[in-house]
T-cell receptor
């Protein structure tokens, strides 16, 4: 696999379930991001990690819990979600450092909360 | 924080015509302005970007202009083709060592009629 991969590609879960989304980048990048894409807010930043450290939490509810064990992997742990959390969740990565760097997106996980 | 407004939300043009999408931003410190293209069912991909020390940048049929005084920037696509049909997102950010997150506009759905 090359670029940014995400699993699963589709997920259906109940409001009481606990699930995790996984993102992996094969580009040697040091920054990783989670975005939520929905009809209401097309590309909404959720979390930013630089060199495994969380540098931004865009007022995301605590039912979303990110984890970045290393620069290549990013997880989004989900618990007690609401139907309005149904959306496409996109992961992205970019090179670290103080430069203007392109963000490379994964294919996304289509999440449906019943 | 940064706020990015994007217009129009939908745009339909005839093949061969030009298309212009406009964005305004609120944070005068922003210095990096990328444009992403998202085809139906696919991930967003960077098509062009501009930094605040440049007023215009071109890449074949695509150009971006930046007016720092007015805090707006625009995407220009000339000689449009059906494969240009997609959703286009503008974004803005202040790039430094600590912050690398982009604030995206709400997107413009461009339809090029053959």
């Amino acid at each position: 696999e090359t670029g940014v991969t995400q699993t699963p590609r589709h997920l259906v879960m109940g409001m009481t379930n606990k699930k995790s989304l996984k993102c992996e980048q094969h580009l040697g990048h040091n920054a990783m991001y989670w975005y939520k894409q929905s009809a209401k807010k097309p590309l909404e930043l959720m979390f930013v990690y630089n060199f495994k450290e969380q540098t931004e939490n865009n007022s995301v509810p605590s039912r979303f819990s990110p984890e970045c064990p290393n620069s290549s992997h990013l997880f989004l742990h989900l618990h007690t979600l609401q139907p309005e959390d149904s959306a496409l969740y996109l992961c992205a990565s970019s090179q670290g450092g103080a430069t203007y760097n392109e963000q490379f997106f994964g294919p996304g996980t289509r999440l449906t909360v019943l | 924080g940064e706020n990015v407004e994007q217009h129009p939300s939908t745009l339909s043009v005839q093949e061969g015509d030009s298309a212009v999408i406009k964005c305004t931003y609120s944070d005068s410190a922003s210095n990096y302005f990328p444009w992403y293209k998202q085809e139906l069912g696919k991930r967003p991909q960077l098509i062009i970007d501009i930094r605040s020390n440049v007023g215009e940048k071109k890449d074949q049929r695509i150009a971006v202009t930046l007016n720092k005084t007015a805090k707006h920037f625009s995407l220009h696509i000339t000689e449009t083709q059906p494969e240009d049909s997609a959703v286009y997102f503008c974004a803005a950010s202040f790039m430094d060592t600590g912050r690398r997150a982009l604030t995206f506009g709400s997107g413009t759905r461009l339809q090029v009629q053959p």
